[in-house]
């Protein structure tokens, strides 16, 4: 193949992305997607596309940059493109297995966090359904007083949490596990964290393609019938499980809160919840009695 096919240069490869993706996306999300491949895939400073726009890309560079442009023109989110995603400290692993991880569960972490910050004793958490593992992770990392364990029902979704803690050197128990399926578990927690599948079936036509058509949707959508099945297998969990006063952490779908709630009042918790960014309710605190 002509290696001048390969040959490009910054303000070239800049151009590049501008002319193909206008239909797509507006010049300044292009240009962030473009300056994200230069810093995180080819690890060069995004002040060089500035500064030196005549500097010849390298022949995998071009090369990667041109199969991103036709994954960006089908919607596919850059993290897929790039396999990585940003977490709060972390740069975690991610493929079309796992959710990207998003702000408002970064909102869930602090909480935790806040609510554990003079924790000196070992306290034993566990995360269902951790798809990357980014809660588990972080947890573990910012909190060494934590016992971490993580559960999700596909062993290729645990390989890819397992890379992620290995990378950041945190110590997980990982356990393959239906959440639905739970009668066979016995573990005596602290703490429960759970960001588990809220999207309903008729939301769909609402979501963004990128979301729909890539993510996953085993990890998305519930029955409209019964949207509340996941969080009602976490709370018969926790009923048997966690240890007097323990806690409960769940983020939640803010359209099925009334629904939730008449769950909850069937189990013996405290109730607390806190808002997003956005002014919705989020998140929920649940205390055992």
């Known amino acids: 193949m002509d290696d001048k096919i390969f040959e490009m240069t910054i303000a070239e490869g800049r151009n590049l992305f501008q002319e193909q993706l206008k239909d797509h996306f507006q010049n300044q999300e292009i240009d962030f997607y473009f300056k994200s491949i230069f810093k995180k895939k080819f690890d060069r400073e995004p002040t060089q596309v500035a500064l030196e726009p005549n500097t010849e890309l390298e022949k995998e560079e071009v090369e990667f940059l041109n199969a991103a442009l036709g994954k960006l ?3 596919q989110p850059l993290q897929y493109i790039l396999e990585q995603a940003d977490f709060r ?4 692993k991610v493929n079309e297995k796992v ?10 972490v ?9 924790s000196i004793r070992p306290r034993e958490l566990l995360d269902f359904g951790t798809g990357s593992g ?9 909190q060494p007083h934590f016992r971490v364990t993580a559960i999700d029902l596909d062993l290729d979704i645990l390989e890819i949490a397992l890379q992620n803690a290995v990378k950041h050197q945190v110590q997980i128990e990982f356990i393959q596990q239906n959440m639905l399926k739970m009668n066979s578990l016995r573990k005596a927690v602290d703490i429960i964290v759970s960001n588990p599948p ?9 979501m963004q393609k990128n979301v729909f058509k890539y993510e996953p949707h085993q990890a998305l959508f519930v029955p409209d019938y019964d949207p509340l099945v996941f969080y009602r297998a976490i709370l018969e969990f926790a009923q048997l499980n966690l240890k007097p006063n323990g806690l409960l952490y769940f983020e939640i779908n803010p359209l099925m809160i009334d629904q939730l709630y008449v769950l909850i009042k069937s189990f013996k918790f405290n109730l607390s919840e806190r808002m997003d960014i956005f002014g919705k309710v989020r998140m929920l605190r649940l205390q055992k009695k």
């Open 73 to 75: 023109s089908s919607h």
């Open 89 to 92: 400290n972390l740069i975690l």
């Open 99 to 108: 959710l990207i991880p998003r702000p408002e569960t970064e909102e869930l």
């Open 110 to 118: 602090e909480w935790i966090l806040e609510d554990n910050k003079n």
């Open 134 to 142: 980014c809660i588990a992770i972080a947890l573990a990392k910012e």
């Open 198 to 206: 809220y999207v309903l079936l008729n939301e769909k036509k609402e």
